[in-house]
Each structure stands twice: as structure tokens, then as C-alpha cells.
């Protein structure tokens, strides 16, 4: 079975500055996909960014890019200018490719503040 | 497009109550899933479906049940509530294949006494 590990429980970053997130998983599968999902206060979950992995090209969207290490399976999150909006947890998941399958596994999350 | 709907919002249940937790989508996907999110724990698969009709299970299973009729539909059942059942439940949809992302309901918070 497919697992995801966020090795850092919480982090914190100061308004503006950078600020990355680490997540590591372990597949045996060359087809899939990972995401970093945002979880705010709120608790709704909201899809930051998504990464194809047969792509070599790391995603980003707009404040927010990926660092793709496929061979490492390593899918780190780098927030950029950060924003006290961007304060929520943050989860990383993965998802075998797979025709007609729809199992998503996720991390234990990084709780990330923005400091004003 | 009022997208992942989830009810109720909360609930309370005493030891051995069943329910039905329910979700519904208005964009046509054909996934759906259903999760659930302890303190300290990222979301775990309970459930999903690729389609009306077609269900499996995924991570955590034991004590739930699922069926598809319909595309907009996907409930969640729970035979007879136990306390290891407290927990916030996520319904999500996506497109075929996933690899788009999912798209979440805004969740209901379930108490099990």
C-alpha cells in the first residue's frame, strides 16, 4: 500500500517571506499523481496543486511550486510571499493512476502559521 | 452550482444508532469518496465509487456501508455507531481518473456517546 509522510508537524513563516513544506511517499507504481490540499480553519478542503508524475516539469500556480523528485519520491510545497490567508494545515497525497481507481492516500499534515 | 453537499453538518449518536450520512454532487462526476479525519491523522478512505453502480473499499471499511443508484448520490451508512467512530466525515468527487484532484464537501462532524 501506498503511504505519505509530512515529517513536520507545524512550521511557521514570517508575512512575505518563503517558506517550504516537505512530503516524502512510497509507491512501486511509475503512474500517478500527488497533490497538496489546504485546509483552513474553516476545515474545507481546497486543491492547491496537482503534479502528472510521468511530468518531469515541477507545477506551480501562481505563489505556490512544487519540487518533483521522482526518483527520491520526494514533493516538497513552496509557498512564495506568504500570506496570512495561507495559514491552514496542509496536506500532501497521492494517487495510483490506475484505470478505475480512486484511492487517495494522504499525510498526517503540516499546520503551517503565517506571522504577521 | 452548489458542487459537494454534505448532511447534516453535525450529529450526535448514541452507542449501537445507526445513520445515514449524506452527499450529493451537482457536476456529473463519476468518482465519489468518503473519508474520515481524526486529530492528528491526515484523511483515510472509507469508501469510494468509480461510477453508479460500482463501489470498493478502501482504507477503513469496517462498520460502513455504501451503495451508488445514481451518479449525484454516494451515502454512507453506519450499521451500529461505536465511539471509535467519532470523527469529522468528508464526502468528495472528481472527474474520471482522479488525477484532476477532488473536490470535498464541507464535511459533518459526527459525536458517537
Not at chain 1, 507504481?29 to 474553516?42: D, H, M, T, V
Request: with cysteine; aromatic share 12%; hydrophobic share 30%.
Amino acid at each position: 500500500a501506498q503511504t505519505v509522510t509530512q515529517s513536520q508537524p507545524e512550521m511557521s513563516v514570517q508575512e512575505a517571506e518563503t517558506v517550504t513544506l516537505s512530503c516524502t511517499y512510497d509507491t512501486s507504481e511509475s503512474n500517478y499523481y500527488l497533490f497538496w490540499y489546504k485546509q483552513p480553519p474553516s476545515r474545507q478542503m481546497i486543491l492547491v496543486i496537482r503534479q502528472e508524475a510521468y511530468k518531469q516539469q515541477n507545477a506551480t500556480e501562481n505563489r505556490f511550486s512544487v519540487n518533483f523528485q521522482k526518483a527520491a519520491k520526494s514533493f516538497s510545497l513552496k509557498i512564495s510571499d506568504s500570506q496570512l490567508g495561507d495559514t491552514a494545515m496542509y496536506f500532501c497525497a497521492f494517487m495510483n493512476g490506475a484505470y478505475n481507481n480512486n484511492d487517495m492516500r494522504f499525510g498526517a499534515g503540516t499546520r503551517l502559521t503565517v506571522k504577521p | 452550482n452548489a458542487g459537494v453537499t454534505q448532511t447534516p453538518k453535525f450529529q450526535v449518536l448514541k452507542t449501537g444508532q445507526s445513520m445515514t450520512l449524506q452527499c450529493a454532487q451537482d457536476m456529473n462526476h463519476e468518482y465519489m469518496s468518503w473519508y474520515r479525519q481524526d486529530p492528528g491523522m491526515g484523511l483515510r478512505l472509507i469508501h469510494y465509487s468509480v461510477g453508479a453502480g460500482i463501489t470498493d473499499q478502501g482504507e477503513v471499511p469496517n462498520g460502513y456501508n455504501v451503495s451508488r443508484s445514481t451518479t449525484e448520490d454516494f451515502p454512507l451508512r453506519l450499521l451500529s455507531a461505536a465511539p471509535s467512530q467519532t470523527s469529522v466525515y468528508f464526502c468528495a468527487s472528481s472527474y474520471s481518473g482522479g488525477g484532476f484532484g477532488q473536490y470535498f464537501g464541507p464535511g459533518t462532524r459526527l459525536l458517537v456517546l
